[in-house]
């Protein structure tokens, strides 16, 4: 038997999230029986708790995008018990019961071994957000931008991806500025490497479709106004990557500033990368991403505690990132 937060539906329609205690035989399939050490709360995973959008596909399910521990059993040559493992994305938590629980039955495919400079602890330290905030960096890089382009902005800036990725592009050399609803947290964002703070509320209003040019790159987790206003304001020839929709999922903008000043939107998906990619982006942050910046970065709970944080979550009231100590 296991500990997992378990998701169920009422006659009416209402998402209830229990602790509850599980037998192995109730897992779904897989290759691979992982004993989970640590998973993680994001934005998705709230979602899913609080039952605020339809992110589960079907009920009962155990929640959480993110895991990493041990593999205990495998039916997969590629993995062995006692291998460091973690994965993030692939509808796990939606689709297929997830990581906040302390065992989890998955495809060997999903799987990526922990790489070497990091730990289970560690990793979900970083988890979804930190990897997304990867790929972002990447994107951006992969378009040319580099410091000498002139500052990027990163939006949501004391969220989970907005915080590691002020962490990650500082630490390349560019200019971070940090858009938040939270100026008390001014000090966090300058030690993650922000050189300069922008009150929320000046890019989450509806404005002009071509603004003053002011940066080179964006990375932005907002989507809706937030990031019209952020295309509207990129500099000839910028680049935003875009990863989330806390905002909204729409896009009030026009191609104005795609056409007259040459910008690029460009999607970023962490649910469904390419391996290689995503093996590329975990071991890019096992190199460039400090120790002390992810414990500084991030608190720990246990799995008892994730439904009452579900909320405060979604209402913007956790800064950086959420990890769960599944044997707390």
């Known amino acids: 038997m296991f500990k997992a937060l378990l998701l169920t539906k009422t006659p009416e329609g209402a998402t209830l999230a229990d602790m509850a205690s599980l037998d192995e035989a109730q897992l779904p ?19 899913a708790i609080t039952g605020s959008s339809l ?34 994305g692939w509808g796990v938590g939606e689709g297929h019961w997830g990581g906040l629980a302390q065992k989890a039955r998955v495809k060997a495919d999903w ?16 988890g979804t957000a930190g990897y997304t905030a990867m790929l972002c960096v990447m994107a951006l890089q992969d378009r040319g931008v580099t410091p000498a382009a002139g ?14 990725a002020i962490a990650l592009l500082a630490r390349l050399g560019f200019e971070v500025h940090a858009s938040t609803g939270r100026m008390g947290e001014a000090g966090h ?16 209003a509806p404005g002009k479709l071509l603004q003053k040019e002011r940066w080179a790159a964006a990375v932005d987790s907002v989507g809706s106004h937030t990031l019209a206003n952020v295309c509207a304001s990129l500099k000839y020839g910028g680049t935003v990557a875009a990863c989330g929709l806390a905002q909204g999922m729409d896009l009030p903008t026009s ?31 096992a190199r460039e ?40």
Do not use: C
């Open 29 to 47: 399939k897989g290759e691979v029986l992982v004993d989970v050490a640590y998973s993680t709360v994001n934005y998705k995973d709230a979602l």
């Open 55 to 88: 992110v589960v596909r079907k009920f009962p399910m155990v929640p959480g995008i993110d895991l990493a521990g041990t593999v205990a059993e495998s039916l997969d040559a590629r993995f062995k018990p006692g291998d460091a493992v973690l994965l993030n």
């Open 111 to 126: 799987l990526v071994p922990i790489p070497k400079g990091l730990d289970a602890r560690q990793a979900m330290a970083i």
């Open 151 to 164: 500052p990027v902005l990163v939006t949501g800036a004391n969220g989970g991806v907005g915080s590691i």
């Open 189 to 204: 964002l300058r030690q993650l490497g922000a050189t300069e703070l922008i009150e929320r509320a000046t890019l989450s």
């Open 255 to 285: 191609v104005a500033p795609f056409i007259l000043r040459g910008i690029t939107l460009a999607g970023v998906d962490s649910v469904y990368a390419p391996m290689a990619r995503r093996l590329l982006a975990w071991e890019r942050l």
């Open 289 to 328: 991403l400090p120790a002390d910046v992810l414990e500084t970065n991030t608190e720990t709970i246990p799995l008892n505690a994730v439904a009452a944080l579900a909320p405060r979550l979604l209402a913007g009231q956790v800064r950086g990132r959420v990890r769960v100590d599944l044997a707390a």
